[in-house]
T-cell receptor, first 110, second 116 residues
Framework: TQLLEQSPQFLSIQEGENLTVYCNSSSVFSSLQWYRQEPGEGPVLLVTVVTGGEVKKLKRLTFQFGDARKDSSLHITAAQTGDTGLYLCAGWPSYGKLTFGQGTILTVHP | GAVVSQHPSRVICKSGTSVKIECRSLDFQATTMFWYRQFPKQSLMLMATSNEGSKATYEQGVEKDKFLINHASLTLSTLTVTSAHPEDSSFYIC????????????FGEGSWLTVV
């Protein structure tokens, strides 16, 4: 059983479209991070969310942490080809060890 | 921000030999580091948790005698793939835990291992 369910697994869109990636769990997380990874490189941290209901914005990216700290979402507005990559959520459940979502492979077509 | 450096970025070795990959936290002390393996277009698979000054904790199914982990200092952990086989070829990534706000994990750049 996957502790942190990330969806969708694959996403192929046209430049300019909006998209949302979800990470859901039945467990409470003390914090949750989102990363972006390009092929052949290590994941790069985008944001850390720690407070239930928290919303953070990073240019065209909006991150939300659920009120109950069991879920999170990443929304990208007006996607660009440079947004293409693997997006990962990861977090520390209140009881347990570091957990990763399955990843979302985003392809933005020109 | 916090930086984790991994070396080498690419390595090719012959079957039966051993190869060492280093992971360094450059601007913070990391009592805990993590080693992952990643297959193409997949998420990260945690192999082991490296604890400074003590034995590593391996995930189920990971051979501890094959993947030797040493965390000798607060800024360095090493992964040694012993008696490498072609099926060990993969992308290996390390990360270090920064015990600041959110207990954020920072990743190294990754190391491509090719066993021929």
């Amino acid at each position: 059983t996957q502790l942190l369910e990330q969806s969708p697994q694959f996403l192929s869109i046209q430049e300019g479209e909006n998209l949302t990636v979800y990470c859901n769990s039945s467990s409470v997380f003390s914090s949750l991070q989102w990363y972006r990874q390009e092929p052949g490189e290590g994941p790069v941290l985008l944001v850390t969310v720690v407070t239930g209901g928290e919303v953070k914005k990073l240019k065209r990216l909006t991150f939300q942490f659920g009120d109950a700290r069991k879920d999170s979402s990443l929304h990208i507005t007006a996607a660009q080809t440079g947004d293409t990559g693997l997006y990962l959520c990861a977090g520390w459940p209140s009881y347990g060890k570091l957990t990763f979502g399955q990843g979302t492979i985003l392809t933005v077509h020109p | 921000g916090a930086v984790v450096s991994q070396h080498p970025s690419r390595v090719i070795c012959k079957s039966g030999t051993s190869v060492k990959i280093e992971c360094r936290s450059l601007d913070f002390q990391a009592t805990t580091m993590f080693w992952y393996r990643q297959f193409p277009k997949q998420s990260l698979m945690l192999m082991a948790t490296s604890n400074e000054g003590s034995k590593a904790t391996y995930e189920q199914g990971v051979e501890k005698d094959k993947f030797l982990i040493n965390h000798a200092s607060l800024t360095l952990s090493t992964l040694t793939v012993t008696s490498a086989h072609p099926e060990d070829s993969s992308f290996y990534i390390c990360s270090a835990s920064w015990t600041g706000v959110g207990n954020t994990i920072y990743f190294g750049e990754g190391s491509w291992l090719t066993v021929v």
